[in-house]
């Protein structure tokens, strides 16, 4: 593995791995098998949230997992109602004492929930907690450029910003926002949906099978090459493995065009003007 390819470098100096494990919707035993196996086979990045309702089995799984804290980068993400300076202090104190840690590596406000109006206090509440060395980095998540100018006009630029994107929603605008001010994107539900209305696509399988990989591995590349983070959801170690084996091959010009041809302006897109929580 090249590990200039399969880690990047965030501003608050923060290294993490360009292939994570996205939580949701994994509870319970089932959700600490899930983190606990990917651990096994090699993940280092783990995404969790407030309202995912499984940060007590990610923090256990980190604990058991024998592994040095340092190595393993935990995010989590927290909920409207915590949008000010001494909610954010108070969501993180309550976060960290259910995963049993000492500190969050990366925190993110959950969506920008714009009709409350809040995000800003959201934000100076993460800056706090960053100085008191609760978390090192901080970003957002679900944020369009509309809602990143407003924090930039305030002065504030996150590191990261977490967005839904697959083939058939790149999210062009967003991505170019992204590189243009120096944020580090990162895809949820880089899949698409469970339905598989992406990878069973044809054109996904002829590319697929000229590098032996699956369409699946084909997606996460295609991310990864574009300068993006990816936390695709597994609870199988067998699919959690070839999510992660995804550094061995490389897509050419002409593959990365194919699959940029797969973008469907239907394709239903959570909208953070009218959802959040």
């Given at each position: 593995m090249n590990d200039d390819v399969a880690t990047f470098r965030?501003?608050?100096?923060?290294?993490i791995p360009r292939v994570g494990l996205g939580t949701w919707p994994l509870t319970g035993d089932e959700g600490l098998r899930a983190v606990a196996s990917a651990l096994e086979v090699g993940y280092r990045l783990l995404d969790t949230a407030e309202n995912y309702r499984n940060e007590d089995v990610v923090g256990r799984a980190v604990r058991e997992s024998g592994l040095p804290?340092?190595?393993?980068v935990v995010?989590?993400?927290?909920?409207?109602?915590?949008?000010?300076v001494e909610g954010v202090r108070e969501i993180v104190s309550?976060?960290?004492?259910?995963?049993?840690?000492?500190h969050v590596d990366i925190l993110l406000i959950h969506w920008p929930n714009p009709g409350q109006d809040r995000y800003v206090e959201a934000f100076e509440g993460m800056l706090a907690v960053q100085e008191e060395g609760l978390t090192t980095a901080i970003g957002t998540s679900n944020f369009l450029p509309t809602h990143l100018d407003v924090l930039a006009a305030a002065g504030y630029v996150p590191e990261i910003n977490q967005i839904q994107l697959d083939p058939l929603r790149p999210r062009r605008d967003v991505v170019a926002y992204m590189?243009?001010?120096g944020i580090v994107g990162e895809c949820w539900s880089p899949l698409g949906r469970a339905s598989g209305e992406l990878l069973g696509r044809p054109e996904l399988a002829t590319i697929a099978e000229a590098h032996w990989v699956t369409p699946a591995q084909v997606v996460l590349r295609w991310q990864i090459q574009q300068g993006l983070v990816t936390i695709p959801k597994s609870a199988s170690p067998e699919r959690q493995a070839e999510n992660l084996d995804v550094f061995s091959f490389e897509l050419s010009e002409e593959e990365m065009a194919a699959i940029r041809t797969l973008e469907d302006p239907d394709a239903e897109?959570?909208?953070?003007?009218?959802f959040g929580h």
């Open positions: 965030l501003r608050s100096g923060l290294t804290r340092s190595e393993i995010t989590t993400k927290f909920n409207k109602e915590w949008h000010s309550r976060s960290l004492e259910l995963m049993g840690l000492e590189r243009e001010n897109i959570s909208d953070p003007e009218a």
